[in-house]
């Protein structure tokens, strides 16, 4: 049996407290679902979830698009650049872009690829945080846990990888270090009041999409790129910025969400910097499984730990009939190795096995 297929069901039968999942397709259009689904349905899910993100008051337009790259490094494994990117009018991200020494590709064909957001863009790649943005040479975390930097294996299984930082970290100054010892998310509150102020019609999660899209414009402008292989992962925070990125995106092919918190109560969600008060009061009315229904049929992985248990099976299956829309019934799987919030070596086995049959991807070690 292939990876797709074994994860592709929950391995027990209960899954939980039912959440009263309001149904993506209502029962008296299933007859026509299909046709219902693409011309009416998909895109008022869409409008709504755009509503509910928010935008800013500027266009591409009102500013230079431009990347910077401001570092070139060797690396036994890849070589990196380090791209100084404007994300709006006076805001830029910092964005480490790795290139394996042994493409998945093979060097000849085009070469797939993935975007992977976290709090900061050189712990994904397995460096030392702080030294993009100086521009000076990138050191190796030796502490970093073998589980975190997600783009580092990705990487070492032959895709080329754009390692995006989260916008507080380019919004607003450090906060002093006697209040990030007192409150740990002070800087992320002192980014969402200054976007709030800014931009007031614009949620944190809303910015965290649209700054991880345009990560995704400077990879799809690396040489040799397979725009039809790509990939968005992330963790927990990652997890959710590579899940609004790829059911918003179209550009994006995959997506590997790690105990990002399906259920809205779950998580984080109502933070300033994500939804704030836009997140709605009860289970019944949107949720998350809408979004992922906008991502079909495009696969989808979840691994699953804490935040996200077996009752996040119920957001899976409340997406899968818009899935088997086009056949694509088994493209959402999920692992629930139901310990801790961090994944496990095993876990990460499995999603990066599911990857490889996804994508076709050669046989590879992640592992250093």
């Known amino acids: 049996?292939?990876?797709i297929s074994q994860f592709s069901r929950p391995a027990y039968e209960n899954t939980g407290r039912d959440h009263g999942l309001r149904p993506v397709i209502p029962t008296e259009t299933r007859t026509t679902a299909a046709e219902t689904w693409e011309r009416e349905l998909r895109p008022a899910l869409r409008r709504e979830w755009l509503?509910?993100?928010?935008?800013?008051?500027y266009s591409q337009g009102d500013y230079d698009p431009a990347a910077e790259r401001i570092r070139e490094q060797e690396e036994p494994e890849f070589r990196l650049e380090v791209y100084r990117q404007p994300t709006g009018p006076g805001m830029a991200q910092i964005v480490i872009v790795l290139h394996p020494r042994f493409p998945a590709g093979g060097g000849a064909g085009p070469n797939p690829c993935a975007v992977v957001p976290f709090y900061h863009a050189e712990r994904s790649a397995g460096f030392v945080v702080g030294g993009a943005r100086r521009g000076g040479r990138l050191e190796r975390d030796a502490d970093l846990r073998e589980v975190v930097p997600l783009g580092l294996h990705l990487v070492r299984l032959g895709l080329t990888v754009a390692c995006v930082e989260a916008f507080p970290f380019n919004t607003v100054e450090a906060p002093p270090a006697a209040e990030l010892e007192a409150d740990p998310?002070?800087?992320?509150?002192?980014a969402a009041a200054r976007l709030r102020r800014d931009q007031p019609a614009w949620t944190g999660l809303g910015r965290l999409v649209h700054d991880t899209s345009r990560a995704v414009d400077l990879l799809l402008a690396q040489p040799g790129i397979d725009s039809a292989r790509v990939l968005a992962m992330g963790h927990s925070l990652g997890g959710k910025m590579a899940f609004f990125t790829?059911?918003?995106?179209e550009r994006i092919g995959a997506v590997i969400g790690s105990d990002?918190?399906?259920p809205w109560r779950s998580t984080n969600w109502h933070e300033p910097w994500y939804l704030g008060d836009r997140v709605p009061a009860d289970d019944h009315g949107p949720g998350l499984h809408e979004v992922l229904a906008l991502l079909a049929p495009r696969p989808f992985f979840l691994v699953a730990g804490e935040t996200d248990n077996r009752e996040s099976w119920q957001y899976l299956e409340a997406a899968r009939p818009v899935y088997a829309l086009s056949g694509a019934g088994e493209g959402i799987g999920c692992i629930d190795h139901s310990s801790g919030h961090a994944p496990p070596v095993a876990a990460l086995e499995v999603a990066y096995a599911w990857?490889?049959?996804?994508?076709g991807l050669p046989a590879r070690?992640?592992?250093a």
């Open 246 to 249: 790829g059911a918003l995106d």
């Open 365 to 367: 070690h992640w592992r």
């Open 185 to 190: 998310f002070a800087w992320w509150r002192a």
């Open 260 to 262: 990002f918190g399906l």
């Open 51 to 57: 509503a509910r993100l928010g935008a800013p008051s």
């Open 355 to 359: 990857l490889g049959e996804i994508f």
């Open 1 to 3: 049996m292939s990876i």
